[in-house]
């Protein structure tokens, strides 16, 4: 137990059901006084902070408490148990061991011991934390947006913005000249004044840095090293000396196409971006087009409003005078011009006829106020015309008075703002409306999904469809971001003609979008209307040779009574990851049984996760038989979960882990070092001998830069390359992830590494692939040997099998065999090897050490 130790666990004796709990915690866990002297803290402490247990006693912990929030900490002490909820809860930032602070949120009880202990938990909300300011940032530059902020104070919230979402870059945002050859100037705060000045007049082109090549190319620009990188020569040494060694730029567009600015990122650090910093990339540059293109729109408003400010000032459009009360006096004669009303009419009180019935409380009122306190009058209203339409007007007066202060007359005059009101409504809309597709973005939609909710009678429902684009993804990889737009805006197009008028779709992310259903009937028609809506989607798609291959997959739910906008998300999102899912069933209901289904995969991912970080995963090996001879020749690494409580589990009990990528990657890596680790122990041998076979999974086959890594750890362990197998599923042989997995099992191949190719027969490959990608070795599927000697189809399948194998050069290992008499009809038909329970059960790396240490010594 990790500080067992300390007096108090020494005066309380804690167990081992309390060492067991707060190891399997998966925050921090820790004891202390009133007066926050820490008596214990767990392992899952030590570990995340890199502090030791005894490092932490006392006030020892402080030490990695962020210097901001050692404030918020001394204002509880001395903590004091009170009332029915006697906890403390809070928020503080602790440093983990690599010297980044992160959001905890921390919650404290008092023990019922009559000593005064405290019993303290501690989680990690980083994410949560990190996600909300985002979200109010955004909400915070849009607002600026609408307000009509300066360019500049929106190019400076977005660096701000960009550094907070990418931690350790320094960013700047440029912009472009109208003809796009040039930066004109744009936010560069990290920059010495003196590269600041070198901005404006550079002309973009490719090897001017980053940026200059990025808004010249089009095209996204990733410097991982600006040392090494030749688009860095002639600006390398300015920057080299700031620290700085990698550089990501990325174009901003406009609603037509031009290119508007780059936004780029700096770090201190050669590095290229992961997959989640690209998605992070991918949001920020849509926030700048739209913050940048509305601004310069409003820019160009409030510069054409100072125009007319100008214009009108000495020359009124529509001058007038009025009494102190009030009354106009005179109007000139362009009143009628303008409105089609007589003059007449709007002398005395006889214009407040003139203005739009929504508008006349509030014009009164401000007027009355003006008249009382002798203020300059300016404000905005609608006027009616002759023909029965309305244009908004600008009306300013100014009050003059006598020498003793008196008002004696007001002046005034009406000016025409009415297409410059239009604009400006137009943005403040924009501000909901997603640029891409024209539907209302993810806030939009919300707002009108809870007021949908709202508006539900007792009795009646929402219903609300989630909806994503299934092969959307390989397309974008394929053909580019710009056909992967087209396809959005397409997609776009195609739903608002399948539905009707009345409803309420919208972009929610990427190629996710959103659809509020009401009054369609009970969960059954549900169903039904959104299997329809589906296949109309996916007919209409079909049309394009590009599309024809993307489908439409679904998610539904239906609202409760007392649901909030948020519950009825979740449950349709639960809804999608199930169709998702299900390649069988793009459309899926949500019900009780999706939420375990979900409940159980985040369970297995909880598992995965403390089984890393507790190194429990090891591998076992399944030996592999040459059928002719008997012997073993080799094995195939198996993943298992040597639990403390539970014993060996099988790969089942992590298996929606390995689909998680950050979790499924983390298995992958743990499990190919133990490996490698284990052959490296057991020695080298003659490639005849056979090899140690590894799974790869089609994600980690997809990470750049794998063979290289894979053949260095080899080098490393003094391996040879015919030592190790590697096993793929079909699904990497198939056209859209073929360019970069074929060159990197190709690289493999050329430098002895063995390539295997797993339950063959089950997937999606063809002879055409095997044939454009040779494999080493296939493996026959498990469920074909399972009915060797029942079923005719499988004998047949099975033998075909053998002899493709045979007549292509290929080795053919059949899986899953049980039984002497499977054996002995492999053995006929030619087949070279298997593997299953008939001969050996999977072993641990001890006991299979001691079989294959007598092969090589029988082989040499």
């Not at 100014?398 to 002046?411: A, E, F, H, L, S």
């Not at 329809?532 to 739910?557: D, F, W």
Request: glycine content about 8%.
């Amino acid at each position: 137990m990790v500080g067992s130790s300390r007096p108090y666990a020494q005066e309380r004796g804690v167990d081992r059901l309390f060492d067991t709990l707060t190891r399997s915690v998966p925050g921090f866990v820790w004891l202390s006084d009133a007066n926050g002297h820490i008596d214990f803290v767990n392992c899952a402490w030590c570990e995340y902070t890199g502090l030791s247990s005894e490092a932490s006693l006392g006030v020892g912990w402080m030490q990695v408490v962020h210097p901001d929030d050692l404030k918020v900490i001394a204002a509880l002490w001395p903590l004091r148990a009170s009332g029915q909820n006697p906890a403390y809860e809070t928020q503080i930032r602790f440093r983990r061991r690599d010297g980044w602070y992160r959001w905890h949120l921390v919650r404290a009880n008092p023990v019922a011991d009559g000593d005064g202990h405290w019993i303290g938990y501690s989680a990690d909300i980083h994410n949560l934390i990190a996600s909300q300011t985002k979200d109010r940032v955004q909400a915070d530059i849009l607002q600026k947006v609408v307000a009509g902020e300066d360019v500049e104070t929106l190019l400076t919230a977005l660096c701000e913005l960009g550094e907070e979402q990418l931690p350790g870059s320094r960013c700047t945002v440029l912009l472009l000249s109208e003809d796009g050859t040039e930066f004109t100037g744009g936010a560069a705060s990290f920059l010495p004044r003196e590269l600041q000045a070198m901005i404006p007049g550079t002309k973009v082109g490719t090897g001017v840095g980053s940026c200059g090549t990025a808004a010249f190319e089009k095209r996204d620009i990733i410097s991982a090293s600006i040392a090494t990188d030749p688009l860095w020569d002639g600006w390398r040494e300015a920057f080299v000396s700031l620290g700085v060694k990698a550089c990501w730029s990325r174009p901003v567009y406009g609603t037509d196409g031009r290119v508007l600015a780059t936004y780029g990122f700096y770090f201190d650090e050669e590095r290229a971006p992961t997959d989640d910093e690209l998605e992070s990339l991918d949001i920020l540059r849509q926030l700048a087009a739209v913050a940048i293109d509305k601004a310069r729109t409003t820019q160009a408003l409030r510069e054409s409003e100072e125009h007319y400010r100008h214009t009108v000032e000495h020359n009124p459009q529509i001058p007038w005078t009025a009494d102190p009360q009030g009354r106009i006096l005179s109007v000139s004669s362009r009143w009628r011009e303008a409105t089609g009303q007589p003059v007449d009419r709007a002398i005395g009180t006889g214009w407040f006829q003139s203005l739009h019935p929504d508008d006349i409380d509030r014009v009164h009122g401000y007027w009355a106020e003006c008249l009382r306190t002798g203020d300059p009058a300016d404000l905005k209203y609608r006027i009616r015309l002759s023909d029965g339409g309305y244009r908004w007007v600008r009306a300013r007066a100014t009050p003059r008075r006598d020498t003793n202060g008196q008002i004696v007359k007001w002046y005034g005059a009406v000016e025409d703002i009415h297409d410059l009101e239009l604009a400006h409504e137009r943005l403040r809309k924009q501000a909901d409306i997603d640029d891409l597709t024209r539907l209302p973005n993810r806030r939009a939609f919300e707002d009108r999904l809870r007021a949908a909710i709202a508006k539900a009678k007792d009795g009646t429902s929402v219903d609300l469809l989630l909806m994503d684009l299934r092969g959307f993804r390989p397309l974008n990889d394929r053909f580019g971001h710009e056909v992967g737009d087209a396809v959005l805006r397409l997609f776009a197009g195609i739903l608002r003609e399948c539905l009707s008028e009345g409803d309420t779709i919208g972009r929610i992310a990427g190629d996710q979008f959103a659809l509020v259903f009401c009054d369609v009937g009970d969960e059954a028609a549900l169903q039904r209307s959104a299997g329809q809506l589906a296949r109309k989607l996916e007919g209409h798609l079909a049309r394009s040779a590009k599309t024809r291959n993307v489908g439409v997959r679904i998610g539904c739910a239906r609202s409760k009574r007392g649901d909030k906008s948020d519950d009825l998300i979740r449950r349709a999102k639960i809804a999608l990851y199930a169709a998702k899912a299900d390649s069988g069933h793009d459309v899926k209901l949500f019900s009780p049984a999706l939420q375990q289904a979900i409940d159980h995969r985040v369970e297995q991912i909880e598992l995965a996760r403390q089984a890393l970080k507790c190194r429990w995963l090891v591998p076992y090996y399944q030996p592999m038989i040459d059928l002719a001879s008997g012997r073993v020749a080799g094995a195939e690494a198996l993943l298992r979960v040597r639990h403390p409580v539970e014993g060996i589990l099988s790969p089942l009990s992590v298996w929606a882990a390995l689909d998680a990528p950050k979790v499924g990657k983390a298995i992958n890596d743990h499990i190919l070092s133990l490996v490698l680790a284990d052959v490296a122990e057991w020695g080298s041998w003659p490639a005849q001998l056979g090899s140690i076979s590894v799974n790869l999974s089609t994600e980690m086959l997809m990470q750049e830069g794998l063979a290289r890594s894979l053949l260095q750890k080899l080098d490393r362990k003094a391996l040879e390359p015919h030592q190790l197998t590697v096993e793929i599923t079909e699904r990497v042989l198939v056209d859209e992830l073929a360019p970069g997995t074929r060159q990197c099992l190709e690289q493999l191949q050329r430098h002895g590494v063995r390539v295997s190719l797993d339950d063959f027969g089950t997937g999606f490959a063809s002879l055409t692939h095997l044939q454009r990608l040779p494999v080493n070795e296939i493996k026959i599927d498990r469920s074909f040997v399972t009915d060797l000697g029942k079923s005719r189809s499988a004998t047949a399948i099975v033998k075909s099998m053998i002899h493709l194998g045979r007549n292509m050069g290929v080795d053919v290992v059949a899986e899953g065999v049980e039984t002497a008499e499977q054996a002995a009809l492999l053995t006929e038909w030619g087949c070279r090897f298997a593997q299953g329970y008939h001969f050996y059960r999977p072993l641990p790396a001890h006991e299979f050490a001691r079989i294959w240490r007598a092969v090589i010594l029988g082989g040499q």
